[in-house]
């Protein structure tokens, strides 16, 4: 599986972004989704996961009730829709499969894509 984020972009602390990552292969619904995020300075850290099925997600404490996951297992593809952002919610954006798991596991994903780079202002 490659995986592929983007959405990523400069936006002022209260707006909102929303990240995509597309994956290629047909077995893209048989891996729970995970977006992981990297501050400068810091080490990479869960955000949100999400079941193959979409019927169960998972979240950071810092972002519940601002992120939301989604997949379509017909396009391939996994969102992450970002609201109310904070400053600091600056990071690297990545997204990872896990097969095995339930995507929110940072040691146990199978496959990573590049990262993409949102920037709150404030």
């Known amino acids: 599986v490659q995986l592929q984020a983007s959405g990523g972009g400069l936006v002022q602390a209260g707006g909102s972004l929303r990240l995509s990552c597309a994956a290629s292969g047909r077995t893209f619904s048989r891996y729970a989704m995970g977006w992981f995020r990297q501050a400068p300075g810091k080490e990479r850290e869960f955000v949100a996961a999400?079941?193959?099925?979409?019927?169960?997600?998972y979240y950071a404490d810092s972002v519940k009730g601002r992120f939301i996951i989604s997949r379509d297992n017909a396009k391939n593809t996994v969102y992450l829709q970002m609201n109310s952002l904070k400053p600091e919610d600056t990071a690297v954006y990545y997204c990872?499969?896990?097969?095995?798991?339930?995507?929110?596991?940072?040691?146990?994903?199978?496959?990573w894509g590049k990262g993409t780079l949102v920037t709150v202002s404030s």
């Open positions: 999400i079941s193959w099925s979409g019927g169960s997600t």
């Open positions: 990872a499969a896990d097969l095995e798991g339930y995507g929110t596991d940072l040691g146990g994903m199978d496959y």
